[in-house]
Nanobody, 123 residues
């Protein structure tokens, strides 16, 4: 059983900072791309930032220069450092990871999701 456990989030004033963390656990054969998505009320879930196992990153245009994604391959964790937060960053943030697990017929790679953590930016 593979699980993604998120931590961080909360209420912060505009211009403030937060750090989200996500740890993958279970019988993991391979940990590939990891990332963070967010979903605001009434809107579709969108990709915020993504990082490959080799460390290449990509970001949503609106968060470039403010958010930084990083990962620790030894600990199977991914983090999102968010600074200069704006009210429009308010959303539920979800950790996502492509994880390979060993099956009877080989390795199965699929996407896993965390339970989500609320980030609210408000004065």
């Amino acid at each position: 059983q593979v699980q993604l456990a998120e931590s961080g989030g909360g209420l912060v004033q505009p211009g403030g900072s937060l750090r989200l963390s996500c740890a993958a656990s279970g019988k993991i054969f391979s940990l590939n791309d990891m990332g963070w998505y967010r979903q605001a009320p009434g809107k579709q879930r969108e990709l915020v930032a993504r990082i490959t196992s080799g460390g290449s990153t990509n970001y949503l245009d609106s968060v470039k220069g403010r958010f930084t994604i990083s990962r620790d391959n030894a600990k199977n964790t991914v983090a999102l450092r968010m600074s200069d937060l704006k009210p429009e960053d308010t959303a539920v943030y979800y950790c996502n990871a492509e994880i390979g697990t060993t099956q009877t017929m080989g390795v199965l790679i699929r996407a896993y999701w965390g339970q989500g953590t609320q980030v609210t930016v408000s004065s």
